[in-house]
Structure formats: C-alpha cells, structure tokens
C-alpha cells in the first residue's frame, strides 16, 4: 500500500520523524492550533497519521470520522509525558476493528 504519512505532536516528538522524510506538522499545546492542524491534516490524502498521546484528546473529534474506514490509520503513541491510558485504547479498538476481537482486553 502506498500513501503518505503524518505526524502531528510538540517538536521533540516529530523531530525524529522528519528525519524519514515524513510529513511532520508542529503544534504547541493550544487547542486552537491543534485543532487546525488536525482539521488540514483529515482534509489531506495521508495513509498514516500519528499523533502524540499527550494532544490525541483535542484530535479525537476531527480524527473519529476516521475510526470505521481503512484509511487513514490513525494511530496515538506515547512519548515524554507519562501514559494517560489514551494511547492503548486507540490501539485497541484499532486492533479490534482489524480483527474482530479485544485483543488488548484484560481477562
């Protein structure tokens, strides 16, 4: 599959992305930017787009039209900040459209 990639986080967390030549999109810690960002992001053809864990919250409502179609795979990744849980929920429920089951689930 081709397509392009997206990494949308604080600067210390796309730096070494850009380094494989992905499209990497800074953002600070204000919703509004992040917003935006998130809003150009969706409107454009990526195939992945990754998102730091410690901003996914404020993308959740721009990247959910996302949750039920192939493309893009939107995928949170924990950096600096300790977990806050959000990064493997969004890989669950990755995992559980890809496969159909909660693979993650605690038995």
């Known amino acids: 599959m081709q ?15 850009s380094a494989l030549g ?3 999109f800074v953002v600070g810690d204000k919703a509004d930017k992040i917003l935006r960002t998130a ?19 404020k993308t959740e ?3 959910r039209q996302f949750s039920t179609k192939t493309t893009p795979c939107v995928l949170v990744v924990p950096f600096t ?3 806050a849980g959000f ?6 429920k990755l ?6 089951i909660n693979i993650l689930q605690n038995t």
């Open 81 to 83: 900040t300790e977990s």
């Open 95 to 100: 995992l559980k459209a890809a496969t159909g």
């Open 39 to 57: 809003e150009k992001i969706a409107a454009e053809k990526y195939a992945i787009i990754i998102v730091a864990e410690n901003i996914a919250h």
């Open 87 to 92: 990064a493997v929920e969004s890989l669950g």
């Open 61 to 63: 409502e721009v990247f």
């Open 3 to 17: 397509g392009k990639v997206a990494i949308l986080g604080s600067a210390d967390f796309v730096m070494p992305y």
């Open 22 to 24: 992905v499209d990497c």
